[in-house]
């Protein structure tokens, strides 16, 4: 049986001084570690996560829990309630039009909060421990990582924390303390799939998704980045100096799932169980993962690309996102009636149709069917192969 | 074969100077009358419409065309680019706060931006055609109508025209010219369903639509209350004279086509054709309309009545837009996570359990799955009966 | 010395569950009554009130106070926290178009939120209390306005509260007790000025604004109207049984101090000496009200009126708000480069000059020095004359 | 006399099909060059570089112009009618949170939106070029970067050009032609100041304005760092392979012209003198630049900060933008009425006293009085010294 706590962490306090918190779940096992940091719905439309959420809270009842599980649903308050006519967009900030998942600190280079003094210099650390012990590199690692977010903290106080910065600290406080770390998204209309670190390929099967990103380790500013990057930096110092025996000792996955808006308790449970699967193979649970699908299809996120609409108009879908394309292929019709300028008015005039520029999987659409010229109309997948 | 034309009209004109234009299709048949008029996506995220007056551009081309079609797709390019993030809400006008569909003049009452005297006296009308034939009541009537559009325009000048009695103006100079009007909105998410004015039943059937709303003949903004108002109070004061051979000469319905944000060229051919088939039982084409379903539910507006959230939250929905539902059946689930305050964290604490507050019709749910208090969660059709 | 006491009231529940509150200061003097009733910031941008009733804590210790005040600044966090960018239009809710000053509850006729049953009938009152003394009628009366507030809240559950119906209820129940209520506003770009009942003369004098709207007993659903409406009705229905004794027993103002977005400590000293003469002439402060200036200026709020922008551009004022006209002056100039299609490029070309139609009184500029077509560009006061 | 021409360029089509449009003006005098492009309005809510646009129209007509001046008042009608309420924020595109003055293309090294391909290796180039005369080198590299541009451009073809990118690149296009950038901006409640390239003294003494921030030849995204850090580059280049007399050929300069949303013709006047004494520097008008003020204040732009509000409240300055001030001096009140705990209720228990953490001026305020915490309060030059 887990041991479980709440709190409530402060994201953001708004002009008239309330404070918006998110709640915090630890659930603890038999042992503190490995321990997973999970969290939801940080860009406000992407509510799927919080089922998960909410059906992990029962199935750690259920099964048998090793290390610690820190759940956050709910943990962007700020963007839930940016909420215009009936809608969330939730993916930037009205007011300072930040992505609310690319501000967080990179905790082993330069990042825009943060100066020089206030993140760990890899190549100093390896040289200081060049000869410890695994476990001693891992502990003082982590204790390295959280003297830079007091550092961070520290330094901006003359001037203040932006909004964005106590965003990164009140979650970066929690998650750098993360063996583990998932975020849980959604694509616009999408299935489900998964961004993972290159090169965790049997955890990435774990989870059983159909769809992988595979993510260099470079820092763009997400929180799964900033969880598994700094690990990487570590180890690729430990290699330059001769020691080739310090891995990537954290992993962190963007879960995404399924389609902004969508919300379903039910799904929810099907959505736990692949993230148990994966907390089986982490060790944070006792037990097996789940055997992965006959196929997963994975590129590289580099390889993932979008298609921008070449006018405006109204988005109308040949395929289902998912669905593999060859290059030319109609992948959806984009329509706008004032393009029937000869009579009498014919759809063909309205519609133009757009393809696939390369072979690959449609993975995204838009999340809106009337687009501007130039917005994203499509994501696909090229250059795949079976992971 | 129908003769076409194509113009555009100005709805708004920004801040830099550039028009927002509608683009207007005319079909001419053998006759210039009845004449239908036709508008869709005047709430910018409601975009099926335009589908089925795509579907309608072929389909007139195709069947034998008696009288005139005026059709308008994409009628508000205003709020069809309000965009804040990927979503388009549509509803109300972010500069002003105006339901885009409730600016409307009535055109035989005093409305916001009219002075008395731009509306037609409909008891003076009465009595000075007390012994007209019909034909010249409906010309004369007419007539009327437009030159009292006209004097609100002329009135509007010394003060300027506000943005929206702009669109009222531009949208009913065309819309007072028709036999009968149908402006194709969805509902948030939502089945198929009609407003139609109250007695036009046989009329309400010819569309074949499962649910239909009666609409009493008062006067709220709407566009379809512009239109067929007048000439039901028209036939009221040839009643109070003792006249009661002038029955109301024009209908007007919102058409419902789903949900907001759906669009599909293929389901807009299955809208054009429920539209052509009331437009054969208006006359507008040759032919009859088709058989209607075994089973059409109505009820009053008065009786469809919204659940407003009890309390902030992820809605999850136990039934489908469109089911027949007892009191106290459960219609949603609202989920915050945040509630669970006892450990460990169950799902029935973060859920509370919506019910139908009466025996009805589920016919519309919140647009977002996720709501503050106080929000529209669903809305039901009450006291129903067949139609 | 003032009691107080200190509460917060709910006026919403995000999605989150966060509960935004007002918080509320109550002043008890000597005796109860008389009561007023001061908020401030219903519209988020609106931000002066809350330096008044900054500047009226301390007075309030300084003066005599014989009756109670209620003192709620930052009325509403709803509107004070929907900022865009760096800005808070805070007129209309984002969520539903409202305006936030046009949702109270009529509380002795049919509104919006509030069945037939949930107001109380004058003329039936009237009938009842025919010969009561005055003072029995005013409590009375009190009494049946908050019953009805009461059943407005009760007929609400079944079916759920709206948020602008909670809104109201939250604001009502304390705004009904009052025999004084002011609503602490500002304009767009505006000088300070009054709105007051019709009739208010001397009370009207007693704030010492230059400029005054009198305002009928016509409700339009703002918190003044709300306030003096129901007891100018019943004022009316003793006259209409030949009681002509029973006087208006509550006046409301809308008090307009100076711009959106000004917020000034040291000007909120001035307003609040304002306030507090005319709480002097209410008698819920002890002594006279000071001296009224040389001349105010006043019109009916039917003679403000409004000129909307002929086209789109950038608004250069050639006046100062507060500035007397003649027909035909220049009041603003409104510049559209675009406009230049001639050669070398001209001013003249790209400036359109906007003037008065009538004599009056300028009053207020639009907030913003940009504008579309349609735009209330400036108001005015027409048909001026001295109180 | 200036040979004029005219011509718009398409910066954004929306999703009903609307070309969104800048006028472009160019004025052509005796000789091509020294060629200077002037753009206002690219944030939508700072105006007042119009006014000084529409003043250098008739300024131009009246000098003598040698070269050649662009002109393009706003610039950004996609920021400038993205308006809610009566105010446009202006800097973050509502629709991705772009800030539109930070999505231009860097074409001597990598951007988001290009590829290696497609920027000009300036160490390639100066080897190339080793020995060429500086007039050559100067036509090289100009055509140079053209290509690059053009590169870009036709990389996008495959997968759709997005909305930034093509908005970088309609600005681009004509600014890469030009030898003196001015991009005329506004601070949010601000002075007129200066960002000035490194080293460019004589040059931003030639403006007059009282504060200059120096700008570092590092690219960020700004259209001043995209015209001038390319030239910088190649400078740099030529330096590392010993040739020292290749100076930066391309100045370019961020002009604050006061607040956000003032607009003055009057002011654009004196606005446009100033930019004119900057074009006599350049040579682009005959003549002399007038003699600088007598003090000038600069500071590295490194060295300009921000203080973010150390909670929410209403911000009250103690001093006017423009003011020096003392470490430790108070700058600013930030006032939340709700921190009154205990009673009675005083001003400064809701008060927070915001004092300067370092000696400088205090130049900039948030442009609204309501602000959350975190947000930027008000900006100051630290390290400051004479120009």
Redesign the interface.
């Known amino acids: 049986m ?1 041991r ?3 709190r ?1 962490v402060v994201v ?7 404070a ?2 998110a ?1 915090v ?1 630890v ?1 603890r096992g038999r042992q503190a570690r490995p321990l997973a940091y999970v969290q939801a719905n940080v860009h ?2 992407e ?1 799927q996560g ?2 998960a ?3 992990l ?2 199935l ?2 259920r099964e048998s829990l090793r290390g610690t599980v820190i759940l956050v ?2 943990a962007n ?1 700020v963007s ?2 940016q ?17 609310f998942n690319r501000g967080y600190l990179y905790l082993t280079g330069p990042s825009r909060s943060a100066s020089a003094a206030s993140y760990v210099d890899v190549d100093s650390f390896a040289a200081a421990h060049e000869s410890s012990p695994l476990g001693e590199i891992q502990e003082g690692f982590r204790e390295a990582l959280k003297a830079a977010v007091a550092a961070v903290e520290a330094e ?1 106080r ?9 965003f990164a600290l009140a979650i970066q406080k929690m998650s750098v303390e993360a063996d583990l770390v998932l975020d849980l998204h959604t694509g ?1 209309r999408a299935p489900r799939y998964l961004y993972a670190p290159e090169g965790a390929v049997a955890a990435a099967r774990a989870f059983g998704f159909p769809f992988v990103l595979e993510v260099p380790a470079r820092f763009g500013g997400a929180l799964d980045e900033s969880a598994f990057v700094p690990w990487q930096d570590l180890s690729d110092a430990f290699r330059r100096i001769g020691r080739n025996d310090v891995p990537r000792l954290v992993d962190a996955y963007t879960v995404e799932l399924g389609s902004m ?5 039910e799904a929810g449970k099907e959505d736990a169980r692949r993230i148990a699967s994966a907390l089986r193979h982490y060790g944070v649970l006792d037990g097996e993962p789940d055997a992965p699908p006959a196929q997963i299809t994975t590129c590289s996120v580099g390889d993932y ?12 879908h040949a395929v289902e996102p998912g669905t593999p394309v060859k290059a030319g292929d109609v992948v959806a ?1 984009l ?7 000869s ?5 063909a005039d ?2 133009v149709e757009v393809r696939a ?1 390369e072979d690959g999987v449609v993975l995204l659409f ?12 499509f994501s696909m997948m090229t250059r795949t192969r079976p992971l």
């Open positions: 887990a479980w706590e709440r409530d953001r306090t708004n002009a008239t001084g309330h918006l918190t709640p779940f659930a406000g439309g509510l919080n089922a959420i909410l059906a809270f029962e750690l009842e649903p709910r308050p839930a309630n909420q215009v006519g009936d809608y969330v967009a939730g993916v930037y900030d009205l007011l300072t039009g930040n992505n901006s003359a001037w203040g924390t932006d909004s964005r910065l106590e616009d808006n969508a919300f379903s308790l690309r979008s298609l921008h609409a070449p006018g405006g108009g109204l988005g109308d019709r329509v706008d009636p004032s393009r029937c300028r009579l009498p008015p014919r759809v309205a519609a520029p838009h999340a809106f069917s009337s687009v501007p010229k130039g917005a994203r109309l």
